[in-house]
T-cell receptor, first 115, second 117 residues
Framework: DAMVIQNPRYQVTQFGKPVTLSCSQT?????MYWYQQKSSQAPKLLFH???????NEADTPDNFQSRRPNTSFCFLDIRSPGLGDAAMYLC??????????????FGPGTRLTVL | AQKITQTQPGMFVQEKEAVTLDCTYD???????LFWYKQPSSGEMIFLIY??????QNATEGRYSLNFQKARKSANLVISASQLGDSAMYFC??????????????FGKGTKLSVIP
């Protein structure tokens, strides 16, 4: 089945130690998104790629970077994780469909713990 | 700026009963889309139902239906015949057409639904 895959599902890192989360998709969608979701809060968009065009949200800290080497893969790099970066990180994809229906398909998420 | 409001932090419903989860939105756009997602404790976001702003009929998907009242800017989710597996967080979201040509979602704060046996 076509899907959005995130690895690992659980990631533990140390304060200040760089960490990379990965996302892959078999849907061949143009757009890939990264969301941060802290406990009991709504998902918050960090950035998204439309094909190779990177779009950063204005309030996304510089500590967060992303790479999309090809259509299928997208990575989230946290350069120096702080305790406040502990959260669920959700990857999603969508296909540009004009002004109509444009569902986002989510991966299972990576739960990041910072020690 | 767009805004989604879910006023019910938590809801309880008896198994096999129907439940309505509230969602109101605020936008100046004429063309928009509204989504409901379910998030179980495992964390994945599961798409449930979609309503376009120009859709004349309320969306339905199995046991899920969307009570869309455009003039009141509300898009309530109705779950009929609740099941124990429906216990989860439910998020209402609005599609925001961005200048980059992609479509972002703005989420509400969510409603935690608990189904009681």
């Amino acid at each position: 089945d076509a899907m959005v895959i995130q690895n690992p599902r659980y990631q533990v890192t140390q304060f200040g130690k760089p960490v990379t989360l990965s996302c892959s998709q078999t849907l061949n969608h143009n757009v890939m998104y990264w969301y941060q979701q802290k406990s009991s809060q709504a998902p918050k968009l960090l950035f998204h790629y439309y094909d190779k065009d990177f779009n950063n949200e204005a309030d996304t800290p510089d500590n967060f970077q992303s790479r999309r080497p090809n259509t299928s893969f997208c990575f989230l790099d946290i350069r120096s994780p702080g305790l406040g970066d502990a959260a669920m990180y959700l990857c999603a994809t969508s296909i540009l469909a004009g002004v109509g229906y444009n569902e986002q398909f989510f991966g299972p998420g990576t739960r990041l713990t910072v020690l | 700026a767009q805004k989604i409001t879910q006023t019910q932090p938590g809801m309880f419903v008896q198994e096999k009963e129907a439940v309505t989860l509230d969602c109101t939105y605020d936008t100046s756009d004429q063309s928009y889309g509204l989504f409901w997602y379910k998030q179980p404790s495992s964390g994945e976001m599961i798409f449930l139902i979609y309503q376009g702003s120009y859709d004349e009929q309320n969306a339905t998907e199995g046991r899920y239906s969307l009570n869309f009242q455009k003039a009141r800017k509300s898009a309530n989710l109705v779950i009929s015949a609740s099941q124990l597996g429906d216990s989860a967080m439910y998020f209402c979201a609005m599609r925001d057409p961005s200048g980059a040509g992609s479509y972002q979602l703005t989420f509400g704060k969510g409603t935690k639904l608990s189904v009681i046996p």
